[in-house]
């Protein structure tokens, strides 16, 4: 078993050769075999320590993955990955980061987008840890989110009351 993590590691590190050339087709090749060496039917009845690396370099292929989907634009194989990450580790900060971004850039989702992004913020801030990037994106789709509300707000005024559009005083 701890040979078949060597394995799946030496997968992961041999992966960012392909990332740091953006051929993140070749990236995610290498990530699911990376996986597939690691599947859960290959550690039945494993210590206890060789779980606990087995589930966190299943989160760390699971959130490689949802980048290299995201930077290819396939905003639905982004998501499962992030949502198999966080079905393992709810609070990860990466895979909530992704999700904020597909919905966002991939999906014009400005309201999935805010949410979360304000998962990734407190996960970020329960861990104690600082990530400017997603403080930038929080930042950003705060202001997009409250646009997109304000927007809302006058298009619902305009059902109720179609005299209610402002007329411009020239």
């Known amino acids: 078993n701890e040979r078949l993590l060597k394995k799946a590691t030496e997968l992961k590190d041999s992966a960012r050769d392909y990332i740091q050339k953006k051929d993140y087709e070749g990236a995610i090749k290498i990530y699911e075999e990376a996986l597939q060496v690691i599947h859960p039917n290959n550690f039945k009845n494993s210590q206890p320590h060789i779980m606990k690396e087995l589930i966190s370099l299943t989160v760390m292929l699971m959130n490689n993955l949802s980048l290299c989907y995201y930077n290819i634009g396939q905003a639905r194989r982004t998501l499962d990955y992030a949502d198999?990450?966080?079905?393992?580790?709810?609070?990860?900060?990466?895979?909530?980061?992704?999700?904020?971004?597909?919905?966002?850039?991939?999906m014009n989702d400005i309201e999935r987008a805010f949410e979360f992004i304000k998962l990734a913020r407190?996960?970020?801030?329960?861990?104690?840890?600082?990530?400017?990037?997603?403080?930038?994106?929080?930042?950003?789709?705060?202001?997009?989110?409250?646009?997109?509300?304000?927007k809302n707000k006058e298009k619902q005024k305009e059902l109720v009351d179609p005299e209610h559009k402002v007329k411009r005083v020239l």
């Open 122 to 150: 407190k996960a970020a801030f329960d861990e104690k840890t600082k990530h400017d990037d997603i403080e930038r994106e929080y930042t950003h789709i705060k202001q997009l989110y409250m646009d997109y509300k304000e």
């Open 84 to 106: 198999q990450a966080l079905m393992i580790d709810q609070k990860n900060i990466k895979a909530s980061y992704r999700k904020a971004l597909v919905y966002k850039n991939l």
